[in-house]
């Protein structure tokens, strides 16, 4: 009886050891199905950018030098697959017919540019030089300076855009004769040449009070949109964030934040009512302070944000929200929520018209971002997709890519602050020093190509070693771009209330990060020049 109860003794301990193993398997898949956080899928063709922007420090993100890349840039499909509208091909390009005889044995001293012939030698010859451009269009050519010569303009994208946006040049181009009596273009001007063919610029009003209308782009349509009827609105969902501790903080944790409230948006299948005001961090502004009151637009392309989110404007919408509450004597139904602990699942079921949540908590708990972290990682997925760089910027980028005759190579030489500090950077300072550089690029990049350094060193000079070398170009180099007569200037003191607007920190890593993406030859510092880590001392 004793060997009985023994065994029933250590058969009951076994079970109840099983069990407890059976439990405790249960609680840890629980704490991981829970805390587990997989990657954004629109982040997984760009791990360098998981490792800048999901790695938080002292419960903000760290925004230094760094190239700023934005949803453009990681889209998985090549341009050329997402382009609506034809590409000139050389197949597509008609045969040319020779001129008759009687043209041919005379020497060609004028040229009719209005002839598809000649427009056909243009599209044969801008294929064979500008390889890596894709034409979408021509317009007809037209006279140039000399009888023999034509202006023509086309619509054009980079083959290293990953974004539809169509851009212009216009050249003026010489004339001849091929052995076989065709067409031919014997030499081309540079960017931009063909004034004859660019299209008219507004005249400015005889009246010098009246300011002049700025000169647009008919491809930009940035205008801010309106609910269309007091019934549209009150039908409506809407998710509305108040502004919380993101605000004036560095440009990656803004994208971070804000993705997170337009994926959450869309998850709970509301319209996010979005604040185009940005406060300009003080480590991109020359004096050293926060400055609030800037465009989104300035930054980022609205027109292609509408496009892709459903948003609205704050002033409309509150504009909108108080007439409609006057006209019925009612509130619109809202509900505050006061803490990013009320994850998008708990709303997911909510019904009320407006969604507001509260940030009005210590840092780091009225950061945006914090609502996607947890489980809520699992269900909020960030449109990367939704966020382009302004068109206004991507204008000076080809613009400074064009004079380059979009064949040059491209250096990345982070200093500032890094080198500075030999505690996290030891060697950076020496490895981005002129000498370093020179003897760094000997064997990498051809001697005399045309090398364009995106940096933050504030010295103009500081490269002048390598012009011994390569045909240098900086960004300054082309201050004209964003100066008081250009382009940019007029249509973002337009948007601006007639305010000029600087040429800041935020827009000058803009433009570097998208020239050198554009280089056929690009040059790391962290990755080529220096064996420090990119976060400093080992973080590698």
Known sequence: MKAEAVGEDIIKQISNACFSAFVLCVVIFTVIAVTYQPPDPWLQSAPALTRLLSGPRNATFKDDSSLLRTGEDFVLSPASATAPGPVITEASIPVSTPLNSTLCAQELTSVNCSDPRVLFAIQRFNLKVFKNIIFLDYSTPLNGSKPNQCDVAWKFRNRKDRSWRKFRDFRRFRIGLSDDCAFKVLGASGWHSGLNARRPRPRRPSTPRVAAVPYTDSEINDTIPTISSDAAFSKGKYLYYSRGGDYCKGMNQYMWSFLCALGEAHYLNRTLVMD??????????????????????????????????????????????????????????????????????????????????????????????????????????????????SKRLMNIVSEISGRMDWDFDTLHVVRGEKAANKQLWPHLDADTSPDALVAKLQGVVQPWRNLYVATNEPFYNYFDKLRSHYNLHLLDDYKELWGNTSDWYNQ?????????????????????????????????????????????????
């Open 492 to 540: 973002t003191m337009a948007l601006n209330d007639g305010r000029p607007v600087n040429f800041d920190g935020y827009m000058r890593v803009e433009v570097d990060t998208e020239v050198f993406i554009r280089g056929k030859t690009r040059v790391e510092t962290f990755y080529n020049l220096t064996s420090d880590c990119k976060d400093g001392i080992n973080t590698c």
């Open 276 to 389: 185009l005001s940005i406060c300009l961090a003080s480590q991109y502004n020359p004096s050293g302070k926060d400055e609030e009151g800037k465009d989104f637009r300035f930054y980022f392309d609205f027109e292609h944000l509408k496009e892709q989110a459903s948003i609205v404007e704050e002033r409309e919408f509150l504009r909108d929200r108080r007439r409609w509450e006057r006209s019925r004597k009612t509130k619109i139904p809202l509900r505050k929520v006061p803490s990013y602990k009320t994850t998008p699942m708990q709303l997911s079921k909510d019904t009320t018209t407006i969604l507001w949540r509260l940030f009005d908590s210590p840092e780091p708990d009225n950061y945006w971002y914090r609502v996607c972290e947890g489980r809520a990682a699992n269900y909020i997925h960030r449109p990367w997709h939704a966020l382009w760089k």
